[in-house]
């Protein structure tokens, strides 16, 4: 399916006990300026070749997709899929770095304690301990005002799945 009939795509759309799938419409994501409501996203009655399409799906799919409706409790004319913005991640736990040791050596040859901002930056140490450390430094930055980190992206829509979202994350 393309992207705009997979995101138009509603509970009345799918029968279950035939296991077959109608695409009768597709959305397109246009300006709001150009929408007759100032809306993101129009709703055209054909897809693209201006034809419905019937397809079978496999039992599997089938089951998880009525699964899915159930545990959203979806109604027969709500979207199968919408978009939902992603929560912010959980802030990382600082552990005792006493008994994690040091990092490899670094072009000057110079170690670094495990779980420490120098271990993350002059020792170019990946590793979770070092990493968490780095985090937490910056979240409480963050916090107490003195950086502004760009914020995430938040799409506008009225739940259908936007394009770059879906390119990007799909």
């Not at 912010?88 to 304690?113: C, D, F, I, V």
């Not at 020792?123 to 930055?141: F, L, P, Q, T």
Request: hydrophobic share 30%; charged share 35%.
């Amino acid at each position: 399916m393309r992207w705009g009939e997979l995101t138009e795509l509603r509970v009345k759309d799918l029968d279950v006990l035939s296991r077959i799938v109608t695409v009768s419409r597709t959305v397109i994501e246009i300006n709001p300026k150009h929408h007759p409501e100032g809306k993101r996203f129009l709703i055209k009655e054909y897809p693209k070749d201006r034809e419905f399409r019937r397809f079978k799906l496999s039992p599997q799919i089938t089951a998880k997709l009525e699964q899915h409706i159930e545990d959203s409790k979806l109604e027969r004319d709500d979207l199968l899929f919408v978009y939902q913005p992603e929560e912010s991640a959980p802030q990382p736990k600082l552990e005792p770095a006493e008994h994690l040791g040091l990092t490899e050596p670094n072009a000057a040859g110079r170690r670094y304690r495990h779980g420490t901002l120098s271990a993350y930056s002059a020792g170019k140490c990946r590793c979770a301990h070092c990493k968490n450390a780095y985090a937490i430094y910056r979240a409480e930055r963050r916090s107490s005002g003195k950086d502004n980190p760009r914020r995430p992206r938040r799409w506008d829509t009225d739940g259908h799945i936007p394009r770059r979202w879906f390119r990007d994350q799909v």
